[in-house]
């Protein structure tokens, strides 16, 4: 399992980002897909899923509304559109995914926010 994050960087509060995430190493139509973060000196956190089945997506409290998850299939790549975002949001950035009961982070990226 290789899962490759890209996308971050140095945005001011109320703007966007799009993250990228390219999977590879198994089927990734047919595995669920998540991403986390990571803020200095706090714990990972769940950020948003999006099923294998028909795509349907669930967030975390804090970014719904702001934030779209959304794959291809064809190009094994799974996204995060972020949107009005907040210093909050600053953090590392993964994407996740669980095989055999085992959960696969990638490297991350970094996303900081602020003026």
């Known amino acids: 399992v290789q899962l490759v994050e890209s996308g971050g960087g140095l945005v001011q509060p109320g703007g966007s980002l799009r993250l990228s995430c390219e999977a590879s190493?198994?089927?990734?139509?047919?595995?669920?897909m998540y991403w986390y973060r990571q803020a200095p000196g706090k714990e990972r956190e769940w950020v948003a899923t999006?099923?294998?089945?028909?795509?349907?997506?669930v967030y975390a409290d804090s970014v719904k509304g702001r934030f779209t998850i959304s794959r291809d299939n064809v190009k094994n790549t799974v996204y995060l559109q972020m949107n009005s975002l907040k210093p909050e949001d600053t953090g590392v950035y993964y994407c996740?995914?669980?095989?055999?009961?085992?959960?696969?982070w990638g490297q991350g990226t970094q996303v900081t926010v602020s003026s």
């Open positions: 996740s995914v669980v095989r055999w009961s085992v959960r696969h």
């Open positions: 999006i099923t294998d089945s028909d795509g349907s997506t």
């Open positions: 190493g198994f089927t990734f139509s047919r595995n669920a």
